[in-house]
Structure formats: C-alpha cells, structure tokens
C-alpha cells in the first residue's frame, strides 16, 4: 500500500523560510514524477511544483518561481520542497504526490495521476 507522508508544516512569520519533506512507502518512486500541490480555504487544490524523475527538470508555477525550491532524494525515496520568502498568500495545507505511471516527461497536471499525501498544514502570519 502507497503512503505518502508529509512533514515539516508549521507557522512561520512572513519572509521567513520552511521546509517540508515528504516520505513514500509501499513502493519505490525512483521512476517517477514527484510534486507539491496545496490548497488554501475557500479554494481549489493547485500545483506548486514538480520534478521528473531524475531530478533533472522543475516545474513552479508563476507565483513560486524563484521562491520555491522542489528536490528529491531517489535513495531515500524523499522528495522536499525549500520554501523563502513567505507570504499569508502562501498559507494553505500542502500535499505531496507522486505519480502513476513511471518516466512521465514531466509532471502531469491531471491530479488523477498521482498518489496524494494527507496534507500538511502551513501558516504564515503577517
């Protein structure tokens, strides 16, 4: 059974950093896409970042660029997002996913693709 676990959630002060892991269990992701996605209240989950599975491409959205960092430990079977210059705009839960179908050229956008974590909870005050 996949499980993927989501940690390092919190409350941070605006501009401040965080940092959130995630661990997979049940099957080995070595070979597959991993993302972030999040869901703040009132409003659609949407995708924050993703990496294929070699670590060799990200993908941010707009808001994220240059804030946002994703990277993945394929030995661990770990993937991280480094998270900087927080904003309230950035409080949402956040979730981790990892993909289906193995070698996708990059992370899909259709979240019936994905295995999802159960969220982690990040606040930022002002």
């Known amino acids: 059974q996949v499980q993927l676990v989501e940690s390092g959630g919190g409350l941070v002060q605006a501009g401040g950093p965080l940092r959130l892991s995630c661990a997979a269990s049940?099957?080995?992701?070595?070979?597959?896409?991993r993302g972030w996605f999040r869901q703040a209240p009132g409003k659609e989950r949407e995708f924050v970042a993703g990496?294929?599975?070699?670590?060799?491409?990200?993908y941010y959205a707009d808001s994220m660029k240059g804030r946002f960092t994703i990277s993945r430990d394929n030995a661990k079977n770990t993937v991280d997002l480094q998270m900087n210059s927080l904003t309230p705009e950035d409080t949402a839960v956040y979730y981790c996913?990892?993909?289906?179908?193995?070698?996708?050229?990059?992370?899909?956008?259709?979240?019936?693709?994905?295995?999802w974590g159960q969220g982690t909870q990040v606040t930022v005050s002002s």
């Open positions: 049940g099957r080995t992701f070595s070979r597959f896409a």
């Open positions: 996913a990892a993909d289906k179908i193995q070698l996708a050229a990059m992370p899909p956008t259709d979240p019936l693709r994905y295995y």
């Open positions: 990496i294929i599975w070699n670590g060799r491409k990200t």
